[in-house]
T-cell receptor
Framework: TQLLEQSPQFLSIQEGENLTVYCNSS?????LQWYRQEPGEGPVLLVT?????EVKKLKRLTFQFGDARKDSSLHITAAQPGDTGLYLC????????????FGTGTRLKVLA | DSGVTQTPKHLITATGQRVTLRCSPR?????VYWYQQSLDQGLQFLIQ???????AKGNILERFSAQQFPDLHSELNLSSLELGDSALYFC????????????FGNGTRLTVT
């Protein structure tokens, strides 16, 4: 069974702090996506990374795909209360058909 | 708004009963995915349909079944419900059966009492 482990599982920080969320697997992925989910809603795509070593920036969020395409990280600079939510990584594998493997999730709370 | 519509939003039923969850994908999307999300286990993939045909199966119980209709909407049927089936059930759609990003509905919260 393919697993995507995210760490930390829970994170509570003060507004203005920086944080990094990790997404790790022993499997190689053709691409990796990050989603954010808010209470009462479905996950919403933040970014897709495809190439090993790729770095993408989305305002204060920086996403990196590992060189071997087995892991990824999400770094948030100067966190704001609006960043609060559940962050999910999803690795995409190809084995006859495309499969999305979702990570275990990181629940972030940013306190004002 | 993702464009994916799920009904009903909430469902409360008793053990042993059967329920049907409905999903309308985004306009133009051919692929539909069903996921189960419970507090302890994150998003678990159940099943995927593409243009009316089953494409991939995940950890879907034999008591659960799904189908995608010619108009591309999908239904997830859950039968002989158990307390442990209480969870959020999400539908997601994408244009093709590839690594296109998934667009999720807002889920159906199922409570089995």
């Amino acid at each position: 069974t393919q697993l995507l482990e995210q760490s930390p599982q829970f994170l509570s920080i003060q507004e203005g702090e920086n944080l990094t969320v990790y997404c790790n697997s022993s499997s190689v992925f053709s691409s990796l996506q990050w989603y954010r989910q808010e209470p009462g809603e479905g996950p919403v795509l933040l970014v897709t990374v495809v190439t090993g070593g790729e770095v993408k920036k989305l305002k204060r969020l920086t996403f990196q795909f590992g060189d071997a395409r087995k892991d990824s990280s999400l770094h948030i600079t100067a966190a704001q209360p609006g960043d609060t939510g559940l962050y999910l990584c999803a690795g995409v594998t190809v084995s006859g058909t495309y499969k999305y493997i979702f990570g275990t999730g990181t629940r972030l709370k940013v306190l004002a | 708004d993702s464009g994916v519509t799920q009904t009903p939003k909430h469902l409360i039923t008793a053990t042993g009963q059967r329920v049907t969850l409905r999903c309308s994908p985004r306009s133009g999307d051919l692929s539909v995915y069903w996921y189960q999300q419970s507090l302890d286990q994150g998003l678990q993939f159940l099943i995927q349909y593409y243009n009316g045909e089953e494409r991939a199966k995940g950890n879907i119980l034999e008591r659960f079944s799904a189908q995608q209709f010619p108009d591309l909407h999908s239904e997830l049927n859950l039968s002989s419900l158990e307390l442990g089936d209480s969870a959020l059930y999400f539908c997601a759609s994408s244009p093709r059966a590839d690594n296109s990003p998934l667009h999720f509905g807002n889920g159906t919260r199922l409570t089995v009492t």
